[in-house]
T-cell receptor, first 116, second 113 residues
C-alpha cells in the first residue's frame, strides 16, 4: 500500500493564480481531510469528507474548495491564491469505523506552498 | 468552542531520561478521543498514542504513556527512556463526534546526547 500520497511536494504560485493540490489514498478509507500547518499554530482543519459526494467545512475553509467524486481522491483547490495561503498542507485519511471520528488518521507527506 | 492547549513550546531532555509533555483541552462533550502525534524533521505525522475518553485506563505504547485526567481535562504524554529518535514536534489532538479534529500548537522536543 502506498498509503496517503500528495502531489506536488513543493509549489510556488503568484498571487491570483489557481491550482489544485492532489491527495489520494489506497486504504479504502471513508474519511479524508485537509489541514494547513503554520508556524506556532499547529494543524488547522480546512475541509473534510466522510465519503464520496459528502464534504464539509473545517475551521479555516475560506479560499479553498474541495470535492469527493471517488473514495480514493480528495483534491483541494485554491481558486485565487493569496500570500496568506502560504503554508504546508497535509491530507489525511482514516477508516471512520467510529462515528464522528476517533480512528487514527494517516497523513500524507505534505505540500509546501509559497504564494508570492 | 472546543480548544486544545499545549503550554510548552519547547522542551529538552537528556537521552535515557523521562519527560512529560502537557496538554489541556476544553469541551462540554462527555465522549471524545484524544491523540498525540509526532512530527519529526521529515515532516511526516505519526500517531504516538490514542485515548478514548470513556476508558478510565491510561493508554500506553511501549515507552509512551499518557496521564488522562478527565475531570481536569488534562492529557499529558510521558516518554520514558528518551531516545535521540524522539526528537520531534509533538501535537495533542481532540475530536468529539463531529469529525472536526482540533490540534494544539505543538511542543518541540529535543533529546540531548
Amino acid at each position: 500500500n502506498a498509503g496517503v500520497t500528495q502531489t506536488p511536494k513543493f509549489q510556488v504560485l503568484k498571487t491570483g493564480q489557481s491550482m489544485t493540490l492532489q491527495c489520494a489514498q489506497d486504504m479504502n478509507h471513508e474519511y479524508m481531510s485537509w489541514y494547513r500547518q503554520d508556524p506556532g499554530m499547529g494543524l488547522r482543519l480546512i475541509h473534510y469528507s466522510v465519503g464520496a459526494g459528502i464534504t464539509d467545512q473545517g475551521e479555516v475553509p475560506n479560499g479553498y474548495n474541495v470535492s469527493r467524486s471517488t473514495t480514493e481522491d480528495f483534491p483541494l483547490r485554491l481558486l485565487s491564491a493569496a500570500p496568506s495561503q502560504t503554508s504546508v498542507y497535509f491530507c489525511a485519511s482514516s477508516g471512520d469505523r467510529l462515528a464522528g471520528g476517533g480512528d487514527e488518521q494517516f497523513f500524507g507527506p505534505g505540500t509546501r506552498l509559497t504564494v508570492l | 468552542a472546543q480548544t486544545v492547549t499545549q503550554s510548552q513550546p519547547e522542551m529538552s531532555v537528556q537521552e535515557a531520561e523521562t519527560v512529560t509533555l502537557s496538554c489541556t483541552y476544553d469541551t462540554s462533550e462527555s465522549n471524545y478521543y484524544l491523540f498525540w502525534y509526532k512530527q519529526p524533521p521529515s515532516r511526516q505525522m505519526i500517531l504516538v498514542i490514542r485515548q478514548e475518553a470513556y476508558k478510565q485506563q491510561n493508554a500506553t505504547e511501549n515507552r509512551f504513556s499518557v496521564n488522562f485526567q478527565k475531570a481536569a481535562k488534562s492529557f499529558s504524554l510521558k516518554i520514558s527512556d528518551s531516545q535521540l529518535g524522539d526528537t520531534a514536534m509533538y501535537f495533542c489532538a481532540f475530536v468529539s463526534g463531529t469529525y472536526k479534529y482540533i490540534f494544539g500548537t505543538g511542543t518541540r522536543l529535543k533529546v540531548l546526547a
